[in-house]
């Protein structure tokens, strides 16, 4: 089939999980609606974000609240006259009770071959391969471009010290809820008031703290050395959450890429407010995700 392109307003966009617990064993669920067996997925709501959508329709068809992995390849086809885009991620969770209802009446643990026996259709099958044969464990290192701050020009103090404006308050507000599926991120952040507030939110709500490093600093550090940083916080495994500045984060990503045995993107620039998440298994980085 001809690839389906995802642009345009008649495209159905819709998200999943392939979610596994060790064995490894993989949640595939039952829908009396349609009579098949699949992974965890469901529609986007209209203007829900995929890694907001993807932990509501795990957990209401699962019970379980989901930490996010690396992203698989998305998934095409046409249902009821419609392109369809499904999106999908490995994910863990901590196990919960699970509740029947009209929309999935039953859910299996099923080893790799009996999931792969049970499954419907030969797409979800594909999937199962994919985690089987890629890594399941994955730590994500995201790297965040602070939010709108004004116009430098505008701005008579000390530029450390330009602040978010209201469009940037907002962004920062967003990027908090949108990290719930990576667990708690260590919070590393450039020492410029823009970086710290775009932060802020998360590291309350997660209950961490934020600590300043230099090497993100615009006007302090440059891409060499924010590149040099990033690999020392990769190198102790710990997920962590960057936040930057345009002027280093291009480079860097470039750079992390090169040495980390990843195609580096065309374009790895970011607008304010948005990230790349990195998920590195080994010491590689084996998936990459732009939100």
């Known amino acids: 089939m001809r690839p389906l392109r995802d642009e345009g307003r008649d495209l159905v966009r819709a998200v999943g999980a392939v979610l596994w617990r060790e064995g490894p064993e993989f949640a595939v669920i039952h829908r009396p609606r349609y009579d098949d067996w699949s992974f965890p997925k469901g529609k986007l709501k209209s203007g829900e974000h995929p890694l907001r959508g993807v932990l509501r329709e795990v957990e209401e068809e699962t019970g379980v609240r989901a930490r996010l992995g690396r992203r698989l390849e998305p998934t095409f086809y046409v249902k009821d006259g419609r392109a369809k885009r499904v999106d999908y991620w490995v994910a863990t969770g901590a ?55 004004g116009e430098k020009r505008d701005w ?16 920062a507000g967003v990027v908090a809820r949108l990290l719930d599926g990576f667990g708690p991120l260590r919070v590393v952040s450039s020492g410029t008031a823009r970086c710290v507030e775009t932060v802020l939110p998360y590291a309350m709500h997660a209950g961490v703290s934020v600590i300043t ?25 710990t997920a962590t959450l ?29 607008r304010k407010g948005a990230f790349w998440i990195l998920h590195v298994a080994d010491g590689v980085i084996v998936s990459m995700e732009r939100h």
């Open 95 to 149: 196990e919960a009770p699970f509740v029947p209802s009209d929309e999935v009446d039953s859910l299996e643990w099923l080893t790799g071959a009996e999931a792969e026996s049970r499954l419907t259709y030969e797409r979800d099958v594909a999937l199962l391969r994919d985690v089987l044969t890629g890594p399941r464990h994955t730590t994500p290192y995201l790297v965040l471009r602070h939010g709108s701050a």
């Open 156 to 171: 008579l103090g000390d530029d450390t010290l330009r602040p978010l404006d209201p469009r940037g308050r907002l962004e």
């Open 213 to 237: 490093d230099r090497a993100f600093t615009n006007g302090v550090g440059d891409s060499a050395t924010a590149t040099a940083r990033m690999l020392e916080l990769i190198g102790d495994g």
């Open 242 to 270: 960057v936040c930057t500045h345009g002027e280093l984060l291009t480079g860097m990503v470039s750079d992390l890429c090169a040495r980390l045995g990843c195609t580096p993107p065309d374009d790895p620039a970011l």
